[in-house]
């Protein structure tokens, strides 16, 4: 099995490291372009120097992910303003908000070690460039900067190393980077992925470190030599780190899944289905449930599984429940009518929340439904992804029964569900999809009231690929094909197997045909 | 010796005045306040002839650096006005000002990223010249301070010593062929030998440039040795100006007496000894 996830590792490497040096070098460009005319006004003014430092110094306090993340509504909300006044839509996801963040990341190092350098040079020597007759401009660009160099470069050093290891963070919004092999290995608990992350960021970041410390030598010891070896050395980085990128397609399909298993599986089927027709398709994962929709709304990605349920609370705003094949025809037309997003149908099988519980401690409490688990509730504790707690549903169902947990306790699915077997806590919200259910013979609990809605997978192209006939024709031919016990194997196969998403998404085209 | 030398001096410039020995550069009412309203320099107004040798002293404080870089417009006056050759300097262009005249500091201030060859070659590359005249500017600038052009051009400035840096400085300063030297204590930072010799070295290179130098000390018997006139300033205004001899021979008060006195008994104790041990 390590065999095979190293070489799955390898097989992508062109792809993230070609990702992650256009975006970390793009970031360090842009943040030294910003930083540098500003660190020079600051030097040269008192009044400017405080405030722009504070600020920096701010930004650097927000934790990296954070920032990252802060970015994508910030972008949104831009988007609706400038495609309101000029008809032009600002991406929110992928590449821009990470930029954006990164650049940001940058500039505190560089800020600081750009005014120290200023600001620490021999005031004699700057008498002394007035006093030969420099102008302002030539004083420093003749004396000034070339004295700062070196400081200035060490600035640049620290701030390229930070947005390399950031720049790790920038897969939750939708930017591919080496971050992807850590993100998905922690999903998968392919701790050779994790791995593989961790060692391909640090080699990149320590010889980039290195080659700039040459660099920074080369500034201070006035010697050409060195400076030209590590431009060359920065030079081959950034091309050997790009050239696989060059060869891509410029308008590829891009497939969005969320940040769990069962989605990486089927981005990689669909990924796989465009490919037999020969459409180059690029995989963004690990999104949010809201980011995801809004990012096919909006064209950032071009298809993805969502869930009808999922839909019909979170975007319609729904709280009845028609049944099954009502809520599948509404949302339908929900989409089409509200987005212009195309719902190609129903994969075939349901991924809804449903709270389990241990079969014994079930038993042992005689809880079958949500009513009984409501008597039982303040003294148990439950667990739930990232996202259910503050999902509509949640509060729907602990309003309809008056259910009222003692704690609550979020975790990636994987941890979830060992969270339950090892009595953290007592119930948790499970994917009616997951083969770990039947796995660890949990004990579903029914939902009389009907508070949660049907959740059918559901297949959406966004509006902009709505009218590709190529790319729904290749992708119609999934559309009812996956039964529940199917997926049911195949989330198995992942979770507890620990076979790639890839490896699974093969398995599932084979018996689906 | 002292006069001697203070009169043969003043010998040549009677030579020249009867070319017409007219004041190149002249402060009048010239005032320096600090926003925090202290006074560097308070209604100061001198004239200084072409080819003099002026020598600017005082206590530390006393705005006698202040007062010379009010000439190349490092400091701008906050009243009054400066003039070199007639020209209000205000009117002029701040940088072709300063190309035009010539400054040596005391903390030498060379650029430590240029050679010595760049340094020197700075003002005139600048002012636009063309390579091969810097380059051999520099040679005979080198040569003119002492320095062997081929062992120093190509050199760094924290390879050399304290001294052969001011000789540089010395050369830069004279780089673009100015009319005019400024030096701010220029062998303060410089142990006694180097300091004799490169005074004197200075006091020889103005003569046969036909330089107009004004310098600032501290240090009387630098003044004596080498001004054609001194400026004794305290408080931001001048006391007394006059040549050397005026200054030994008619003190304008207790303050300036002090101040001669303090050489002239070193001189006439290193004389008696001397005539002793011999």
Redesign the interface.
């Known amino acids: 099995m390590n065999g095979s996830s190293i070489a799955a590792a390898w097989a992508v490497l062109p792809d993230y490291l070609g990702q992650h040096v256009l975006l970390s070098l793009s970031a360090i460009l842009l943040g030294t372009a910003i930083s540098l005319p500003l660190a020079i006004a600051a030097a040269h003014s008192r009044i400017l120097r405080e405030p722009v430092l504070s600020v920096a110094s701010i930004v650097q306090t927000i934790p990296g992910l954070a920032l990252l993340a802060l970015f994508y509504p910030l972008l949104l909300a831009l988007s609706s303003v400038t495609a309101r006044a000029f008809g032009l839509r600002i991406p929110a996801l992928g590449f821009l908000p990470a930029l954006l963040a990164l650049t940001l990341y940058s500039m505190l190092p560089i800020l600081r070690n750009t005014i120290a350098g200023l600001t620490g040079l021999d005031p004699t020597v700057k008498t002394a460039a007035r006093a030969v007759g420099m102008t302002s401009w030539q004083s420093l660009w003749l004396v000034e900067l070339p004295l700062a160099a070196p400081v200035i470069m060490a600035g640049i050093r620290i701030a390229a190393v930070w947005v390399i290891g950031t720049a790790t963070l920038s897969t939750p919004v939708g930017q591919t980077s080496l971050g992807n092999y850590i993100f998905t290995g922690l999903q998968t608990e392919n701790w050779v992925f994790v791995l593989f992350g961790c060692v391909a960021a640090a080699a990149l970041a320590v010889l980039v470190d290195r080659l700039l410390a040459l660099a920074e030598s080369g500034f201070a010891h006035r010697s050409r030599f060195r400076l030209l070896t590590a431009f060359a050395g920065v030079m081959l980085v950034v091309v050997a780190g790009l050239y696989p990128l060059a060869g891509a397609a410029e308008r590829q399909v891009v497939i969005g899944a969320k940040n769990f298993d069962e989605q990486y599986t089927l981005s990689a089927l669909v990924s796989d289905q465009l490919a037999r027709v020969g459409i180059p398709a690029n995989r963004r994962s690990g999104l949010g449930s809201t980011i995801i929709f809004r990012a096919l709304a909006t064209g950032d990605i071009d298809v993805y599984v969502d869930y009808s349920g999922t839909i019909w609370t979170n975007q319609m705003h729904r709280s009845d429940s028609p049944g099954r094949a009502e809520v599948l025809r509404q949302t339908a037309k929900w989409l089409t009518a509200r987005y212009g997003i195309l719902d190609l149908g129903p994969l075939g099988f349901e991924n809804a929340y449903v709270l389990a519980m241990r079969s014994d401690r079930a038993k042992a409490l005689g809880i079958r439904s949500l009513a009984d688990l409501a008597l039982y509730a303040p003294r148990l504790k439950i667990g739930g992804d990232y996202e259910f707690f503050s999902r509509p549903e949640w509060s729907k169902v602990a309003n309809a029964y008056g259910i009222n947990f003692l704690a609550q306790r979020s975790y990636q699915p994987t941890f979830m569900y060992r969270a339950l077997q090892d009595g953290d806590v007592d119930v948790i919200a499970a994917f009616s999809s997951d083969g770990r259910i039947a796995e660890y013979n949990l004990r579903l609990l029914s939902d009389p009231k009907s508070a949660l809605p049907p959740y059918d997978a559901i297949l959406l192209v966004s509006p902009k690929r709505a009218r590709d006939a190529k790319v729904t024709a290749a992708l119609k031919p999934l559309i009812g094909k996956l039964n529940l016990s199917l997926m049911q194997r195949a989330n198995l196969m992942v979770d507890r197997d620990k076979r790639t998403p890839e490896d699974v998404a093969k398995w599932l085209a084979k018996n689906i045909r | 010796m002292i006069v001697v030398r203070a009169h043969g001096l003043s010998a040549i410039c009677m030579v020249r005045r009867k070319k017409g020995c007219r004041a190149v550069i002249r402060l009048v009412h010239v005032s320096k306040t600090y926003p925090n309203g202290g006074a560097a320099v308070r209604d100061l107004s001198l004239n200084i002839e072409a080819g003099e040798f002026v020598v600017l002293i005082g206590p530390s404080g006393c705005g006698k650096s202040t007062t010379l870089s009010l000439i190349?417009r490092?400091i701008e006056p906050s009243a009054g006005t400066v003039e070199i050759d007639g020209m209000r300097i205000a009117d002029t262009e701040q940088?072709?000002l300063?190309?035009r005249i010539g400054?040596v500091?005391q903390?030498?201030?060379?650029?430590?990223?240029l050679t010595i060859a760049e340094n020197i070659g700075?003002?005139p590359r600048?002012?636009g010249w063309e390579r091969s005249r810097i380059a051999e500017r520099v040679r005979e600038l080198l040569q003119l301070v002492r320095l062997v052009p081929e062992r120093y051009a190509a050199r760094?400035p924290h390879e050399l010593s304290g001294g052969e840096q001011q000789r540089v400085g010395v050369a830069?300063a004279l780089a673009?062929e100015p009319k005019i030297m400024l030096m701010d204590e220029p062998f303060g930072a410089l142990d006694p030998l180097v300091r004799d010799e490169l005074g004197a070295e200075v006091g020889s290179i103005h003569n046969r440039l036909n330089l107009t130098t004004v310098l600032v000390t501290h240090d009387m018997t630098e003044a004596l040795l080498l001004a054609d006139r001194i400026v004794v300033m305290r408080d931001g205004g001048i006391v007394q100006s006059g040549t050397p001899a005026q200054l030994v021979s008619a003190p304008a008060d207790e303050f300036v007496r002090e101040m001669i006195d303090n050489p002239r008994r070193r001189a006439m104790r290193l004389a008696e000894m001397l005539s002793t041990a011999t």
Do not use: S
């Not at chain 2, 903390?107 to 990223?113: E, K, M, Q, S, Y």
């Open positions: 190349n490092l940088v072709a300063r190309r400054f500091f903390g030498i201030g060379l650029f430590p990223h700075i003002t600048l002012a760094y830069r673009a």
